[in-house]
T-cell receptor
Framework: GAVVSQHPSRVICKSGTSVKIECRSLDFQATTMFWYRQFPKQSLMLMATSNEGSKATYEQGVEKDKFLINHASLTLSTLTVTSAHPEDSSFYIC?????????????FGEGSRLTVL | AQSVTQPDIHITVSEGASLELRCNYSYGATPYLFWYVQSPGQGLQLLLKYFSGDTLVQGIKGFEAEFKRSQSSFNLRKPSVHWSDAAEYFCAVGTSYGKLTFGQGTILTVHP
């Protein structure tokens, strides 16, 4: 089956630094990827929709200058948390839509746990 | 705006017992409905989805869900729970495009 890989799976950084998380579709092309964040013991909240070759669409309340999303190729989207602060500590999960696939055919990555000290 | 409610935050069942996890949704059009399972610290695995057609949907691991439009519900069921089913379960509603709104999740504990 289709695989979505996220890297790193865990990252710890100091406050004020930037962290990049990669989301790769390993064996399929994904024209669209979605980024979610999940706080402890809470649900997943959609942050943004990433389309290959165009600017990401952010959900209301998500700071696009803080969470930079780049979808440079059909297999890779990156989320950069800029000037990270402890409140950005969360579990970030991406999902990828299979290009030309059936409606709603989504595949989720394993998630990346960010801890900001 | 679309929304999903999972009324039960935590459910405990005995191994071998039947299971039903509730999910109610609000959506302006024909919903695309999903159930996902998440083990601690892991990503999401799709159990089943409903787009159209037969309102009783069969999924992996012996799970099924029934879409009831009149009740705006999409409850997940399993006739006999296994200890390995212990996890958190999320119901989601979304578009065919893939933009999903998730419920709050239900944590399932299975007693031996």
């Amino acid at each position: 089956g289709a695989v979505v890989s996220q890297h790193p799976s865990r990252v710890i950084c100091k406050s004020g630094t930037s962290v990049k998380i990669e989301c790769r579709s390993l064996d399929f092309q994904a024209t669209t990827m979605f980024w979610y964040r999940q706080f402890p013991k809470q649900s997943l909240m959609l942050m943004a929709t990433s389309n290959e070759g165009s600017k990401a669409t952010y959900e209301q309340g998500v700071e696009k200058d803080k969470f930079l999303i780049n979808h440079a190729s059909l297999t890779l989207s990156t989320l950069t948390v800029t000037s990270a602060h402890p409140e950005d500590s969360s579990f970030y999960i991406c999902s990828a839509r299979l290009a030309g696939g059936p409606d709603g055919e989504l595949f989720f990555g394993e998630g990346s746990r960010l801890t900001v000290l | 705006a679309q929304s999903v409610t999972q009324p039960d935050i935590h459910i405990t069942v005995s191994e071998g017992a039947s299971l039903e996890l509730r999910c109610n949704y609000s959506y302006g059009a024909t919903p695309y409905l999903f159930w996902y399972v998440q083990s601690p610290g892991q990503g999401l695995q799709l159990l089943l989805k409903y787009f159209s057609g037969d309102t009783l949907v069969q999924g992996i691991k012996g799970f099924e869900a029934e879409f009831k439009r009149s009740q705006s519900s999409f409850n997940l069921r399993k006739p006999s729970v296994h200890w390995s089913d212990a996890a958190e379960y999320f119901c989601a509603v979304g578009t065919s495009y893939g933009k999903l709104t998730f419920g709050q999740g239900t944590i399932l504990t299975v007693h031996p």
